[in-house]
């Protein structure tokens, strides 16, 4: 069973706020009666810390044995909302798309090894991740990835309603490894991942997927 961690993108932010939900406590217990407002509005606080604490966590990369050097991990935690030609029509692809619930781990991993190619940033809209036109709105990342065979990946990390920060550890030129961290999306919502068409998809409409544990395919 692989560990679980709080990612380091949150940890500031978490300790600002328990620094702060701890002097606003005590000057509640200092000068607010009757004793229980200031105990409900603690425990409501501490309830929200430890929600932030769950929503940020990860898990350890753990690649299937199954896993060869033809096939694509998925790249994160979530369920196959797309198995669709690409929206992008100078490219012959297969859009595979992933949506993050709320209650998803939100740190994006390489789905294959290679030399990444592309990394550009797209500002853009906020609309729910869910809607299809959010691909081409929304504030996001691109990501290409060449394999080892010469193909190339392109992964979006797509912001949503209420995303408001997409962070990349990967730049141009860098050698990746299926399983590494390729970037967060705080409080991010989907991922599109567009495959040339010879890619052959082992998943299906709705199926829940996990980061670095589910294999999408393979090429044939």
């Known amino acids: 069973m692989t560990a679980t961690h709080i990612h380091r993108e949150v940890k500031p932010y978490l300790i600002g706020y328990g620094i702060c939900v701890l002097i606003a406590s005590g000057l509640f217990f200092w000068y607010t009666t009757p004793w229980y407002y200031p105990l409900a509005w603690f425990s409501a606080q501490v309830s929200l810390l430890l929600f932030t604490l769950y929503f940020f966590r990860y898990r350890d990369a753990a690649l299937p044995e199954e896993f060869s050097s033809q096939s694509l991990l998925s790249p994160a935690d979530g369920h196959v909302v797309a198995l669709e030609p690409s929206l992008h029509e100078d490219l012959d692809a297969l859009r595979l798309s992933i949506y993050l619930h709320g209650t ?37 990342l691109e990501v290409g990835i060449e394999h080892a065979n010469g193909k190339i990946v392109t992964l979006t990390l797509v912001a949503g309603l209420l995303a408001r920060r997409i962070k990349p550890y990967i730049k141009v030129g860098q050698e990746v490894h299926a399983g590494e961290e390729l970037g967060y999306i705080l409080l991010g919502s989907r991922v599109d991942m567009d495959i040339p068409n010879s890619f052959q998809p082992s998943v299906e409409l709705n199926q829940e997927v996990f980061s670095s544990e589910s294999i999408l395919g393979d090429w044939s």
């Open 104 to 140: 998803d781990t939100h740190l994006i991993r390489i789905p294959c090894s290679g030399e990444v190619v592309n990394v550009t940033y797209h500002p853009g809209k906020h609309l729910v991740a869910f809607n299809p036109k959010s691909s081409l709105l929304n504030e996001r």
